[in-house]
């Protein structure tokens, strides 16, 4: 009777065992899922290729000045693109802010690897339309509304996924899209773009 119990208790307690370890496995894998799940721990560790400006709701720290000839920007990100430098409107030639501002942003830049999810991220503030063009090929069209910022001056993000761009030279235009919206000009808040790390 006593060996009975004993071997009882021997099978129950490997039983207990198995089922716990179950549970706690279950647990950890679940735990696991819903933190890859979760958008504050499942943000993906990003490379910055530019940064132009802060994320702050103000438009002080870009340049205003010394663009009344000047139709065009150039800078190369991540080498001269300073936020000084940088005119703090895009317009369209016949808006009374080309003094504060230029109608065409050309920043280039070279990538030392290809990288398959770039997201080019809009700070800005307008009821404007940007036209983003890459590579002189693909065409984006980014929107107030899709900015979130609604209408009238309101600053408003978006973050525009470019997708795959291979090694080497690039280079994103800017400009406003002669839509009839707004004033034919805005302000940036911040300009960046960032790659997801392979």
């Known amino acids: 009777m006593i060996h009975k119990n004993k071997w009882l208790y021997g099978i129950a307690l490997v039983a207990l065992s198995v089922g716990l370890f179950g ?6 894998s679940r ?13 993906p560790v990003e490379k910055v290729i530019f940064e132009i400006g802060q994320e702050d709701k103000s438009y002080f720290e870009f340049n ?5 000839q000047t139709t065009e920007y ?9 936020t000084e430098a940088f005119p703090e409107y895009l317009t369209l030639a016949e808006s009374g802010y080309s003094v504060y501002g230029v109608e065409r942003i050309i920043i280039s ?3 030392d690897q290809t ?5 080019l991220r809009l700070a800005r503030g307008g009821d404007e339309t ?4 890459v590579d002189q090929n693909e065409t984006y069209l980014v929107s107030n509304t899709m900015l979130g910022s609604g209408e009238g001056f309101h600053v408003g993000v978006y973050n525009l996924k470019l997708g795959e761009l291979k090694r080497g030279r690039h280079r994103i235009e ?11 000009a805005y302000q940036w808040d911040a300009l960046s773009l960032v790659a997801k790390k392979q």
């Open 23 to 28: 549970l706690i496995a279950g647990c950890l």
């Open 31 to 43: 735990l696991s899922e819903e933190a890859t799940n979760d958008p504050d721990t499942s943000r």
């Open 64 to 68: 205003r000045s010394g663009f009344l």
């Open 74 to 82: 150039r800078c190369t990100g991540g080498v001269e693109c300073s």
């Open 109 to 111: 830049f070279r990538l």
């Open 115 to 119: 990288y398959d999810d770039v997201t």
């Open 130 to 133: 940007t036209v983003v063009r």
């Open 174 to 184: 800017l400009t406003v899209a002669d839509d009839g919206k707004g004033n034919a």
